[in-house]
């Protein structure tokens, strides 16, 4: 589903934030993305979103090759990732239902659908009875399971989370890691940067380790034999 | 406006399905334009001062070269007026008799290029002159009458135009026994010439209060895309194509161009009615036909698909400058 080959990023001519990243993600895994912030786990994630492009070496991101890519096409793209963030980026001008609303509403999914699938969205993350109020009522959680509805409403088979637990307190955490593990028992892809290890060594699952830009832990055999040059 | 249709990227469905599933999304895609239409008319409404100040200052902007292009079209019309009624004043020589007179008449009324003479005699002249100057009781001081015969030469219709008259003019200044010959030329030509650097002059006012409108709409839409940045990242981090984000700024500029359009027809058709009373009593006095011309139905439409036009090409410009600048760059957590 996802797959880096030799991928570095340098911003600017003198600071890389990747360096010759290899790992493979197959279809409806669920992997974390670790290391200390600056480790460029922010970076891994905005080159499979198209939000940066790669300095060299390919991204393929189910089965298509994202480097050259026109501008034109990566909304498309776009489409097929649900993406969360720390901050959630709800917009507070209007309801819960419009901010789920929007990924299909852009990818003109017909409005008496709109409604059905919103709705099964929330009801997925525990919101359904909250369609109507403003996120500004919601709590922090809340807030971040709206994000993840939004993230999933359109039914992506590729789901990202930069720290979609940094605000949270353990509690609230562990209930959103297992939402994301929901989702990857129905065939999602799933990829979650985060730095809360305790958190991530109670779910047991693959972690890619990044350090200092470098792929240190649970990359490919490949990866292995690119760290070792 | 830039469309980009949803392209379905799921293969491997029913012709039939991938049909109706075309349908609807069409369906849809006109469904949204009608939506966002709506809305971005809604939000104008929600801040309705501003929004006003907008329109006023495109209203008066496309206002003023309209009048002045009907001030214009007005003018074209008095000369016109003046070349259908144009005759040369044809002043004989004092020492001619009435005979004489009445010969040179014939002579006159005879050639190809005079449709119609009218002779004056010197008696009829003095006693119209007298009736109409109010100088009589000067004249009654005059020994004798010093008024010439005078013929009033009308060209054919074909003769009618500046030149035509004025060639007619000089070959009857020739003939024996004309002293003077005169014709308004003078005042036409200047009309005409007026007219012509008027027109040029609205034209380049025109273009200036144009490129005028397109910024005062441009940076009202500068402004929008700046408060709505987040949606816009939003959107974009969603798979909003560039001509999704682009449609609501692009309305709101035809709606901005919509109300500013009207502005400026209510304010024609207000200085019309508050000059067309003045105008008139003034083009009576001076036994003129001109008469200032209102913007007709179908210039008040071309004059509001204009202005749409202005505003959304305003919006446009600053959509290209602004709102592709905006890329989702920074998430949070870095
Ligand atoms: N847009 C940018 N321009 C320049 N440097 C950046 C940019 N984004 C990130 N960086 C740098 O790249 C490195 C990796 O950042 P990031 O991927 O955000 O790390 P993380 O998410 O692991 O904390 C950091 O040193 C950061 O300062
Ligand atoms: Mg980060």
């Not at chain 2, 020492?95 to 003479?117: C, F, H, K, T």
């Not at chain 2, 001109?290 to 410009?317: I, Y």
Request: aromatic share 6%.
């Amino acid at each position: 589903m996802i797959e880096f080959q030799q991928v570095t990023k340098r911003y600017g001519s003198d600071h890389t934030a990747l360096k010759q990243v290899n790992f493979h993600l197959d279809r409806g895994e669920l992997a974390f993305l670790t290391g200390h912030s600056g480790a460029g786990k922010s970076t891994l994630l905005k080159l499979i979103m198209l939000m940066e492009r790669p300095s060299a070496g390919q991204v393929v991101v189910g089965g298509q090759v994202l480097n050259n890519m026109p501008r034109r096409q990566v909304p498309y793209i776009r489409r097929h990732i649900g993406v969360v963030f720390q901050n959630h980026q709800l917009l507070f001008d209007r309801t819960v239902f419009d901010n789920v609303a929007l990924p299909l509403e852009v990818m003109g999914v017909p409005t008496r659908d709109i409604g059905r699938r919103v709705r099964a969205a929330l009801d997925k993350v525990g919101l359904l009875s909250k369609e109507k109020m403003n996120p500004m009522q919601l709590s922090g959680g809340e807030q971040q399971r709206v994000g993840i509805a939004r993230a999933v409403v359109n039914k992506p088979p590729l789901l990202l989370a930069d720290e979609p637990t940094g605000n949270l307190d353990p509690e609230l955490s562990a209930d959103i890691m297992h939402l994301f593990e929901q989702f990857s028992q129905v065939g999602v892809t799933v990829l979650i940067a985060s730095h809360d290890i305790s958190l991530i060594h109670d779910m047991g699952r693959r972690t890619l380790t990044l350090e200092h830009g470098r792929l240190v832990n649970g990359g490919s055999a490949l990866g292995g034999m690119a760290h070792g040059h | 406006m830039a469309t980009e249709p949803t392209r379905p990227r799921q293969q491997g469905r029913g012709a039939a399905q991938s049909r109706s599933e075309a349908r609807d999304v069409a369906g849809s895609y006109l469904a949204h334009h009608r939506k966002v239409a709506r809305e971005s008319g809604r939000r104008l409404w929600q801040a309705p001062v501003a929004s006003l100040m907008t329109w006023l200052v495109m209203g008066v902007a496309m206002a003023m070269p309209v009048a002045l292009l009907l001030l214009l079209t007005s003018l074209e019309g008095v000369s016109a007026g003046w070349e259908s009624s144009a005759r040369i004043t044809t002043y004989l020589t004092d020492n001619l008799s009435l005979e004489q007179a009445q010969a040179l008449r014939l002579e006159v009324g005879s050639r190809g290029d005079v449709d119609d003479v009218e002779l004056i005699d010197r008696d009829s002249a003095l006693a119209e002159f007298r009736a109409t100057s109010g100088l009589a009781d000067a004249l009654d001081y005059l020994d004798e009458n010093p008024l010439p015969h005078t013929l009033l030469v009308t060209p054919p219709e074909t003769g009618r135009t500046a030149a035509g008259v004025e060639r007619l003019a000089a070959e009857l200044e020739a003939l024996p026994g004309v002293a003077r010959v005169q014709v308004d030329l003078g005042w036409l030509q200047r009309l005409n010439v007026m007219t012509q650097l008027l027109a040029r002059a609205v034209w380049v006012l025109a273009l200036l209060l144009g490129c005028a409108v397109i910024l005062v709409i441009g940076n009202t839409i500068r402004l929008a895309i700046e408060n709505r940045r987040d949606e816009i990242l939003v959107v974009k981090l969603v798979g909003g194509t560039d001509a999704f984000v682009r449609r609501p700024f692009l309305y709101t500029g035809v709606w901005f161009g919509l109300g500013g359009g009207l502005v400026a027809w209510f304010l024609l058709e207000l200085s019309l009615w508050w000059l067309s009373g003045p105008i008139e009593r003034l083009a009576a006095l001076y036994h003129s036909n001109f008469a200032l011309s209102g913007l007709p139905l179908d210039g008040a439409l071309a004059l509001l698909v204009f202005a749409m036009l202005l505003g959304w090409l305003g919006a446009w410009l600053a959509v290209k400058r602004h709102l592709d600048a905006i890329e989702p760059g920074v998430p949070a957590g870095s």
